[in-house]
């Protein structure tokens, strides 16, 4: 299982970070990217910490651990500042909170997200399919979530997705353990969007190749 959007106790999750990724080597995790939730106020704050530990923990375990972080509910118009203030401060992976059903997010975020090149765009909802082929051009993935609440777009982000060209990811957004999940049971939600079996494997190379890509610039 590569699983590149989980929580930590630096914002909403229920465990300290080594505890997080030891569950996920447990549950059969190569990889694992604790992306806390961030603002303006606490990039400085949480990356560097987290960049600590997922490079001591990697060096010691056999899962790969990356540093991230999830922009949250931030003006639409700082994606660009804070996404490239975030890289510099040694997030590997930058998740944008897009524009879920169940949370007042701000309208334009998935746009100026997907125009700031973060990686990921999380649980995006109601994703236009004028944004999902800037995504597809931008090289930014779409996430289907595993999560409750969030999953009730998955349906739609899948469609809309395939039809642009769009990369597609499955991620848990894990807040606590019983959030993890298996490879298996990470196909069956993909499946359950209504994708073909093709582009199932498809996210999930995605994923890999992420995972891989942001790996080897930070070195392991």
């Known amino acids: 299982m590569i699983d590149l959007h989980t929580h930590s106790i630096f914002s909403d999750g229920v465990l300290v970070p080594s505890e997080l990724v030891r569950r996920a080597v447990m549950k059969g995790y190569e990889v694992i990217a604790i992306t806390d939730h961030g603002d303006a106020s606490n990039l400085d704050f949480i990356i560097p910490r987290v960049a600590i530990v997922c490079r001591e ?32 401060l040694g997030a590997a992976i930058v998740i944008a909170h897009g524009e ?11 746009r100026a997200a997907i125009e700031a090149g973060v990686d990921i ?11 999902a082929r800037l995504a597809a051009k931008n090289g930014v993935c779409l996430e289907i ?12 982000v899948a469609k809309t997705a395939a039809e642009a060209g769009a990369l597609l990811v499955l991620n848990t957004d894990t807040h606590e353990p019983g959030d993890l999940i298996t490879d298996e049971f990470a196909r069956n939600v993909l499946l359950a969007t209504g994708l073909s079996e093709a582009i199932v494997a498809e996210a999930f190379r995605n994923s890999k190749d992420l995972a891989a890509r942001v790996t080897a610039k930070r070195g392991k």
């Open 57 to 88: 923990l990697s060096s010691r375990w056999d899962i790969t651990a990356l540093p991230g972080i999830e922009l949250t509910h931030i003006p639409p118009e700082t994606f660009g500042e804070l996404t490239e203030r975030a890289r510099s």
């Open 100 to 110: 879920t059903l169940v949370e007042p997010v701000p309208p334009g975020t998935n």
């Open 121 to 131: 765009l999380a649980h995006p909802g109601l994703i236009t399919p004028e944004e």
């Open 145 to 156: 979530s595993a999560r409750k609440g969030h999953s009730l777009s998955n349906g739609h």
